[in-house]
């Protein structure tokens, strides 16, 4: 398989999930509290459950946003890791930018539905974007560092008419 087409992959993939995580996000952001579900097993209760949710909304958004480092980017020597500061910024600003405009929206929204307005809801999805990114760029990182990702091939390097 090639990188093309498993960037094809993960994306599609991570556009599966965030549009799960999102419509999940709808549905209990503008559902009524009588009858939802008990928060007793969140740490710090509904804001807890805010970064949760955001966290995976932070993780499968990067993921439809990923997009495979280029050209020199993707070489890597023996012993050396994949760095992910230039290539990923683009996906961790969508990321970012996508999900506070999401949770702004939702919060402007709740009084129609007669839910409260709460700024503290607001903080804390966006921190749960933030622990939603630091976990996959540190799997992506760990994947990185496996022999098998982004090796330049010999193959690769190979122009005809060169000789051994």
Not at 58 to 81: H, I, N, Q, Y
Not at 128 to 139: N, P, R
């Amino acid at each position: 398989m090639t990188g093309h087409k498993l960037e094809i992959i993960i994306r599609r993939i991570g556009t599966v999930l965030m549009i799960f995580v999102v419509c999940c996000i709808g549905h209990f952001s503008f559902s009524q509290r009588a009858g939802s579900i008990s928060l007793d097993w969140v740490p710090f209760g509904d804001k807890g459950l805010h970064l949760l949710v955001y966290a995976a909304y932070g993780f499968t958004s990067f993921l439809a946003f990923f997009r495979a480092p280029k050209g020199e980017m993707a070489k890597r020597r023996d012993g050396s890791v994949v760095h992910f500061s230039t290539w990923a910024s683009k996906a961790i600003l969508r990321t970012l930018v996508s999900g506070t405009l999401l949770g702004g929206v939702i919060e402007l929204l709740q009084p129609l539905v007669g839910r409260q307005r709460e700024m503290m809801d607001l903080v804390a999805n966006v921190m749960g974007l933030i622990v939603g990114l630091a976990i996959i760029l540190l799997v992506v990182k760990t994947i990185g560092r496996m022999p098998w990702f982004l090796i330049d091939k010999e193959d690769d390097e190979y122009e005809p008419g060169e000789t051994d």
